[in-house]
């Protein structure tokens, strides 16, 4: 009966990942405790701020929402210090945000109030201009419910997809830069540069590898608490957490997006009479779905190292937000 309540198991994924996030945190990273509070707190004021926004009720407004979502997406590059070779973060007071985060609801509601899709070919060459290869990949994410929902665009997809994978040699000499050619070069053998390339995958797999089933105990990892796996409250959460809570803590992180998941899937057929909600919620599904399987595999080394952050997981308020309020919206009917 108490699952029945359809805000029973989000609230229970929610808690897990709020949990598990803040211990990492404060573990891993105890300097951004107080900035990750804060996102959760400013994220769960903007879930109930989302149940507002019903995407039936404002399709006449989805071309002010795209343009804003465009122009926010150029302050980066205006305004954003160079960090790592890219710039993808703007300052606000205490706080940095990434805009290309920041934009997927919008972005999202924008597709689903039936805006022809080639239009994100935009928002996603501001944020290829960055350069931010991981981010463009998760906005691109947002049009495969609207390619499915519709044969002639899956049709097209298909042969996209075909004349891309012919033209990959080339994209590999005049697109990909060289960063991101080490990435790809590394994933296939680590092993080649252990102290260089594949220095952040192989000391992914000994953290995982060594925290047996309950972990090496909390603040006790070697490899995140020595500093020897990089980014370990980002990136690499899920390495670190496997490593100071065990195998434990990893089926309780899979539960817990196994709920959240299954939920949203409910919820979006539920809906299916509310045509722009279902795309909404389907896009945003996919998205959480798909960026989990891409860190968690990066992590244990069966995808390419990315930028991708895990869901709820990973430091950064700008994710979190984007994903809370993008389940407010959810939730609005």
Known sequence: MLFKNRFVPLGISLLIFLTINLLMVSSL????????????LIGIFLFFIGTQINPKQITGSHWLIFIACCIFLFLPIVLGDITRGSRRWIDIGPFSLQPSEIVKPGLMLFLASGALPFFLLLPVSI????????????????????????????????????????????????????????????????????????????????????????????RQGTQGQLLFLPEKH?????????????????????????????????????????HPLFLFTLGITLQIWIQMVVNIGMNIGLLPITGIPLPFLSVGGSSLLALLFSLGIIYSS
């Open 127 to 218: 944020i290829l201009a960055q350069p931010d290869l991981g981010s463009a990949f998760t906005i691109a994410i947002l049009l495969i419910p609207i390619i499915l929902y519709s044969k002639k665009l899956l049709k097209l997809s298909l042969l996209l997809v075909t004349i891309g994978l012919i033209l990959s040699p080339l994209a590999w000499r005049f697109i990909l830069h060289d960063y991101q050619k080490n990435r790809l070069s590394t994933f296939l053998n680590p092993t080649h540069d252990p102290l260089g390339q594949g220095y952040n995958l192989i000391q992914s797999q000994i953290a995982i590898g060594s925290g047996g089933l309950f972990g090496k105990g909390y």
């Open 234 to 274: 980002t990136d690499f959460i899920f390495a670190a957490t496997s490593e100071e809570l065990g195998l434990i803590s990893v089926l309780l992180i899979f539960f817990a997006y196994f709920l959240l998941l299954r939920t949203l899937l409910h919820k979006a057929f539920s809906t299916a009479n509310n």
């Open 29 to 40: 990273a105890p300097q951004s405790l107080i900035k990750q509070l804060s996102a959760w």
